[in-house]
Every structure is written in structure tokens, then in C-alpha cells.
């Protein structure tokens, strides 16, 4: 089948699912402390739905499913959903699957996760400070963070890499200790700039640490040289003293990078979402349920991507951020 290309000439290759809304943490930018508004459980896709669309988003071109959620090693499915993934064909040889994790729990299941086909890991780690990670993930779960960063490390999930947000006067201090840490270990350090996905609305322009600010807190401490060829990695790349370690800035906001953007997303209940920041999703579940052939699927999979906007829009005037906040999305 011909690829999904948009309007623009985007050819979409990667698709991030989100396996559940449900978190073991509370993260400030992300969910809100109490009273969130979880999706129905009928409405949550099966191991089988899942693997079926999965299917359908590869015949036409996706070679890389990153799962997310929520926290997706709250999934009990996990393992299965990897092993289904995994053994897919692509045009280019076996569907490549990672992991955007939280790493609570991962101790137990990296072993399994790479037998099962995973191939990398993506950590969010946003502070080594105990009162700060409580602080910021309202739970008091860093050792087991660090445990579980260890253990991906250990079962070969290499190479790890670490997302950092870093937020004004609570933990943008802490970026180049953060660096220090991931070159001790071999991690590769990426910092995301906070978007406006919190479902308490709390995000302002004004306070937001720019990629900017964080190069010149790194710059205090190491050299960074910039990496040339971003392709459609989100991620603006840095040689750390001279290298071969490298750090990341992923300034969505700041300097957006949507013009090379090849991503798509399915979210825990059978939406399909061209954009983070989409206003409309494409509803999979219901035609699924209905018996919908993969012809019907694949079709809905084109009008989602034809109808994909050229940018984010962040940066307009009347943007509006989405009703989903990013835990319900997936990042
Ligand atoms: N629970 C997993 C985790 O935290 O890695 C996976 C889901 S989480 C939504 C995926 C990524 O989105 C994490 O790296 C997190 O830091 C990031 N994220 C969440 N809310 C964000 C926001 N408002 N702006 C930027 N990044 C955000
Ligand atoms: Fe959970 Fe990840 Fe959101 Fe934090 S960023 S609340 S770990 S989904």
C-alpha cells in the first residue's frame, strides 16, 4: 500500500501508542493531584484491537511503535502487546518498538520486555532530589525510578535515554547535575521543553524553561557543540565536551519542528490523533467493533493524515490547548 503522506509531503513512519491512561505517578505538568477523569473501561482497545489496528498503521509504512501512555507498564497485556508488535513485518524488516516509561515497576519487567522484542527505552527522569521528585511527581518514588533506569540499562535496553522537563525555580537548577549523571552511566540526557498538555492548565509561556535557557545552564559546566542532521528526530543534538556523548533539546515550543514531523497517534481508547496538539481525533474503535474491514481502517488512517495541519500552532494567537492532557494522550 502507498504510504501515509500528508498535504504537506510528511510520509509517516512512526506511530506512539498510548496504552493507558492510568499513572503510578502525578506529575505537575501532566495530570492534575486528584479528580482525574479516567477513560471508560469498555472503551479501552483489547490486546487483539490493539494489535489489529497495529497491524493496519503497518501495511501502511509505520516501522517504528513507540508505547507510552499514561504509564504503559501499568498494562498487564505489556508483554504480549511487545511480542505482537515486535514480530510485525515492516517495509524496511521487523516493526522496531520502544517504550516512553516512568520506569516504576521496570525491574521486574525489562527481561521479559526484551525477550519479548523491545528494543529501546526512553526514561523520564527529572530530578536526582528526593523532595523535588516528590514535589514534582507527587509520589515518593525516586529510588525506584533509579532502580528501574538500572535495571532497562542491565537487560540491554540500550542505549537508555532519559526525558527531562525541567520547571522554573523547582528543578532547573539541577540540569547540568542531571548531565552529570546520565554521562556517568552511559544514559543519553534529553530535555523537553513543557508544553501546554497539563490538564491544570498551569502552563505559561512566560515561566516556561526555553531550550535555550537550558544550553546555558549546561553551558556552565561542559562545552556543547552542535550535532548536525536533525532528520525528523524531534531532539536537537549536542556533543558534550568534545564527545562522543551527546545531549538532547527538544524545543517543541520554542523552536518547533513540526515541518519534518512523520509521527501519528493512537490513543488507549481507538482515537487516532495526527497531532499532539490536534483539535479533532478519528475515531477507530467504533468501525472496529463494527467489523470493519482493513481496507475501511486503512482509509480512516489516510483522512486522519490528510487532515493533519502544516504546524502545532502553539505559537498562534487563538491556539487552544487540546481537552485531552497529555497522560491521556500520550506522549
Ligand atoms: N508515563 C511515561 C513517562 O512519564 O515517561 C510515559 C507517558 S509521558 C506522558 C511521556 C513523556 O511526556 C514523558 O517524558 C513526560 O515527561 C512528557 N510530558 C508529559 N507532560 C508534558 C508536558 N506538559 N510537556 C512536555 N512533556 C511532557
Ligand atoms: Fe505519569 Fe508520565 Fe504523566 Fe508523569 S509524565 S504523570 S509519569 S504519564
Same mark, same amino acid.
Given at each position: 500500500?502507498?504510504?501515509?503522506?500528508?498535504?504537506?509531503?510528511?510520509?509517516?513512519r512512526?506511530?506512539?501508542?498510548?496504552l493507558?491512561?492510568?499513572c503510578?505517578?502525578?506529575?505537575t505538568? @501532566?495530570?492534575?493531584e486528584? +479528580?482525574?477523569?479516567?477513560?471508560? #473501561?469498555?472503551t479501552? %482497545?483489547s490486546t =487483539?484491537?490493539?494489535?489489529?489496528?497495529?497491524?493496519v498503521?503497518v501495511?501502511?509504512?509505520?516501522?517504528?511503535?513507540r508505547?507510552?501512555?499514561?504509564?504503559?507498564l501499568?498494562?498487564r =497485556? $505489556?508483554?504480549?502487546?511487545?511480542?505482537? &508488535?515486535?514480530?510485525?513485518?515492516?517495509?524496511?524488516?521487523?516493526?522496531?518498538?520502544?517504550?516512553?516509561?516512568?520506569?516504576? +515497576?521496570l525491574?521486574?519487567?525489562?527481561?521479559?520486555?526484551?525477550?519479548?522484542?523491545?528494543?529501546?527505552?526512553?526514561?523520564?527522569l527529572?530530578?536526582?532530589d528526593?523532595?523535588? /521528585?516528590v514535589?514534582?511527581?507527587?509520589r515518593?518514588? %525516586?529510588?525506584?525510578?533509579?532502580?528501574? &533506569?538500572r535495571?532497562?540499562?542491565?537487560?540491554?535496553?540500550?542505549?537508555? #535515554?532519559?526525558?527531562?522537563?525541567l520547571l522554573r =525555580?523547582?528543578n532547573?537548577v539541577?540540569?547540568?547535575?542531571?548531565?552529570?549523571?546520565a554521562?556517568?552511566?552511559?544514559? *543519553?540526557?534529553?530535555?523537553?521543553?513543557?508544553?501546554?498538555?497539563?490538564?491544570?492548565?498551569t502552563?505559561?509561556?512566560e515561566?516556561m524553561?526555553?531550550?535555550q535557557?537550558?544550553?546555558?545552564?549546561?553551558?556552565?559546566?561542559?562545552h $556543547?557543540?552542535?550535532?548536525?542532521q536533525?532528520?525528523s528526530?524531534p531532539?536537537?543534538? /549536542?556533543?558534550?565536551d568534545?564527545?562522543?556523548?551527546?545531549?538532547g533539546?527538544?524545543a517543541?515550543? !520554542?523552536?518547533?519542528? @513540526?515541518?519534518? @514531523?512523520d509521527?501519528?497517534?493512537?490513543?488507549?481508547?481507538?482515537?487516532?490523533?495526527n497531532?499532539?496538539?490536534?483539535a479533532a481525533?478519528? =475515531?477507530?474503535?467504533?468501525p472496529?467493533?463494527?467489523?470493519?474491514g482493513?481496507? *475501511?481502517?486503512?482509509?480512516?488512517?489516510?483522512? !486522519? &493524515?490528510g487532515? #493533519?495541519?502544516?504546524?502545532h500552532g &502553539?505559537?498562534e494567537?487563538?491556539?487552544?490547548q487540546?481537552?485531552?492532557?497529555?497522560?491521556?494522550i500520550?506522549g
Open positions: 500500500m502507498d504510504p501515509l503522506v500528508d498535504r504537506f509531503g510528511r510520509v509517516h512512526d506511530l506512539r501508542i498510548s493507558t491512561d492510568r503510578s505517578l502525578r506529575c505538568y @501532566c495530570m492534575p486528584q +479528580g482525574v477523569p479516567w477513560l471508560a #473501561k469498555p479501552l %482497545l =487483539d484491537e490493539l494489535l489489529r489496528l497495529t497491524e498503521a501495511s501502511l509504512g509505520i516501522v517504528e511503535v508505547l507510552t501512555g499514561g504509564e504503559p501499568l498494562r =497485556d $505489556l508483554v504480549e502487546v511487545v511480542a505482537g &508488535i515486535s514480530s510485525m513485518q515492516g517495509v524496511d524488516g521487523p516493526v522496531e518498538v520502544s517504550m516512553t516509561t516512568n520506569a516504576l +515497576g525491574d521486574m519487567m525489562a527481561v521479559p520486555l526484551v525477550e519479548a522484542g523491545m528494543a529501546r527505552v526512553n526514561i523520564s527529572d530530578t536526582l528526593r523532595d523535588t /521528585f514535589r514534582m511527581a507527587r515518593d518514588r %525516586l529510588d525506584d525510578t533509579l532502580e528501574g &533506569i535495571a532497562a540499562a542491565d537487560a540491554g535496553l540500550a542505549p537508555v #535515554k532519559l526525558n527531562t522537563v =525555580d523547582v532547573d539541577e540540569a547540568p547535575q542531571l548531565l552529570a549523571f554521562l556517568e552511566h552511559g544514559y *543519553e540526557l534529553r530535555f523537553i521543553e513543557q508544553m501546554p498538555l497539563d490538564a491544570g492548565h502552563w505559561h509561556r515561566s524553561v526555553t531550550g535557557e537550558v544550553l546555558d545552564r549546561l553551558r556552565t559546566a561542559y $556543547l557543540e552542535p550535532v548536525p536533525r532528520g528526530a531532539a536537537e543534538l /549536542f556533543l558534550v568534545g564527545g562522543p556523548a551527546t545531549v533539546v527538544i517543541s515550543v !520554542s523552536s518547533p519542528f @513540526c515541518g519534518t @514531523c509521527r501519528v497517534r493512537l490513543t488507549a481508547d481507538g482515537q487516532l490523533r497531532c499532539l496538539f490536534a481525533e478519528t =475515531d477507530l474503535r467504533t472496529l467493533r463494527d467489523g470493519a482493513d481496507d *475501511e481502517l486503512a482509509a480512516l488512517f489516510r483522512a !486522519s &493524515i487532515a #493533519k495541519l502544516p504546524g &502553539i505559537n494567537p487563538g491556539f487552544l487540546p481537552p485531552r492532557n497529555m497522560s491521556a500520550g
